[in-house]
């Protein structure tokens, strides 16, 4: 009886001995694997935010639109308004088209309209320029300027080009020679791309 307690006592303390070297053994583990993960971190590359770059927005520039009056051989002539860099032929079309008996040929349905000018549809027939709100006459083809031999008063009838611009065509033309193409009217100081587009059908150089 003795003996087998004893033996019963032995038992019991070598199972509390598995229990504390089993819980000394987890608690070792548990530390290795904390102090891995911190060396683990440590060695982790840094990590750097960037903020993503602001895109900025371009300034959207609003062209106006041109405001024409289109008068003559046409269905419907009026005042209309069209999108800046419309042609000639726009405001036709607005206008509702030539009448019959149009003489078309007269006229640059491809030259980009101005802000302001009017455009004179003219009649198979007719010689008559008509008198813009400018107060400078359109001539028709027939009757087109002659930019090497025109006087002042002759170039100012032409739409764009006051006193100071046709005393350059001729200080020009003085200096340089006769123009041999209407074209050569762009080397003018105060000519630019727009100004010849309204001339281009209204002069010659023969």
């Keep these: 009886m003795y003996l087998r307690r004893i033996l019963t006592k032995r038992w019991f303390l070598m199972q509390d001995r598995g229990i504390i070297i089993g819980l000394a053994i987890a608690v070792v583990m548990s530390l290795a694997v904390n102090v891995y993960l911190f060396v683990a971190l440590q060695r982790s590359p840094e990590v750097i935010y960037v903020d993503a770059p602001v895109v900025v927005e371009p300034d ?4 106006p639109p041109v405001t024409v ?8 002539p009026s005042v209309y308004t069209l999108p800046a ?6 405001v036709l079309e607005a206008a509702g088209g030539a009448l019959e008996g149009a003489d078309l040929e007269r006229v640059n349905l491809a030259r980009t309209l101005n802000d302001g000018e009017q455009v004179h549809i003219f ?3 007719d010689q008559t320029p008509p008198v813009v709100s400018s107060g400078y006459s359109v001539a028709p083809s027939s009757t087109t300027v002659n ?8 170039l100012e009838t032409l739409p764009g080009i006051g006193p100071v611009k046709a005393g350059d065509i001729i200080a020009y ?5 006769p123009f ?7 080397g003018v100081k105060g000519i630019g ?3 010849f587009e309204s001339l281009e059908s209204l002069i010659r150089v023969k």
């Design 60 to 63: 959207i520039v609003e062209v």
């Design 69 to 76: 009056h289109i008068s003559g051989a046409v269905m419907r």
């Design 85 to 90: 860099g419309s042609r000639v032929l726009a």
């Design 123 to 125: 009649a198979q027939g």
């Design 147 to 154: 930019i090497n031999t025109a006087t002042q008063a002759e």
């Design 173 to 177: 033309r003085t200096q340089n020679g």
């Design 180 to 186: 041999k193409t209407i074209e050569d009217l762009l």
């Design 193 to 195: 791309t727009k100004t």
